[in-house]
């Protein structure tokens, strides 16, 4: 794993602390985060992944991500999801994408996390771009099964999220939006 150093994760919310805790503790084996050093009163001492965000990277390499998440949900039995899938808690380094920030981390369903990172990408991308990267990227999960359930939760927390945080929507989203929905109807 590419680190130099280690990254101190304070918590003011022990609900936050002992989540992320027991996460690192229970999937040490996991390749795809950085390795918990040592626990402090109300921080989690971790090695620091050394890389770039997925928002600077080209396509291929975000491609990636699905490959990530996909070992996740297989690593945890399909019984888990990050749900805090902004694209900031994904790093990029040496030809992998790495997963950080577990205290959202909760029992659910696998698709969720698929839909939500995918309108995260809905906002980065072109719309002559998205509809190619939603076809590689779900190929590459190797989903069998989509839910329009999941999918219209999804836009709607995302859209509420971005109402919430006062962050807008941006470029080709609303577009984007439509064809991602087009795209998983597809496959029903």
Known sequence: ??????HKKTFSNETDFYTELYFYKEFKDFPYIPKLLSVEKNTL???????SSLYDIDYNQQLL????LSEFHKFTNYKLIHKDTNLNNYIFSENMVYMVDFSDVTMGNHLSDIYSILLFFA????IDI?????DNFLNIS??????????YNE???????RHL??????????????????????FN
Not at 65 to 68: E, F, I, L, N, S
Not at 142 to 151: A, P, T
């Open 165 to 186: 945080y006062k962050k807008n929507i941006h470029g080709s989203y609303q577009h984007n939006k439509k064809v991602l929905v087009d795209i998983i109807s597809r």
């Open 130 to 134: 998205f509809p190619s990267f939603v």
């Open 123 to 126: 906002e980065l991308h072109s």
């Open 1 to 6: 794993m590419p680190y130099t150093s280690s």
């Open 45 to 51: 001492v971790l090695q620091k992944i050394i890389g």
């Open 142 to 151: 190797s989903i069998k099964k989509h839910d329009m359930i999941i999918l």
């Open 65 to 68: 991500v699905a490959k990530t």
């Open 155 to 161: 836009i709607l927390g995302f859209e509420n999220r």
